[in-house]
């Protein structure tokens, strides 16, 4: 019951009488996933999780990762590596672990939003930028998969990509909203393929190397 449940540190100060409506969001929704059946939780791991990764335990991980995954998180966690050393799925794994926890968490492959914030320049669309990017802003937990992959070590982003990463960092990080990145790219080589306020952002967050040869084989 409802009563029973013991509001987190957020929530605390407030009255504590039971009423969904006197607790915070996060609160609420880990009261409605504990109470769902295991296919509708299964459904919410979905909306997030690629079906490839459904399966994806933190304790699978190795011990430095889980350690890292079940501290707070401020600014974020860069996960970095060749393709195929499990990035994604230790992405995965934490994923679960804050929809469990009744957090909203959003992920996005980085070229195709870029694609899809492109697609707004086309009149014939009733989207806008701030439709596509808005959600990404506010949401509690932001995955961010394969960030300046399309671009080889030393080439340049756009323009449009600076803008854009820029924003999403600048926001999340104002508002205390963590952001989780994997890449294939080393902070340095971030710091150059977008620019020295990028590299300068990453370095505030928590910094792993993948360094497991490639499970794809």
Known sequence: MVKQYKP???????????????????????????????????????????????AAKISDLKISLQEAFVKEIEAGILLWGLPGSGKTYAMSALAKKYIAEGFIAKRVHYEMLCIRLRSTFNNKTDSTELSIIEPLLTCDKLFIEDLGVTKSVGVKETDFSLRTFLVLLDIRME???PTFITTNKSIENLGISFDERIKDRLRTFEIFQMKDKSRRK
Do not use: N, S, W
């Open 8 to 54: 987190c540190e957020r929530c605390q100060k407030r009255p504590a009488d039971g009423l969904l409506g006197r607790i915070c969001h996060v609160c609420q929704r880990k009261i409605a996933f504990d109470g769902m059946p295991l296919e509708q939780k299964e459904l919410e791991y979905k909306a997030v999780v690629p079906k490839r990764f459904l």
């Open 175 to 177: 508002h205390l909203r």
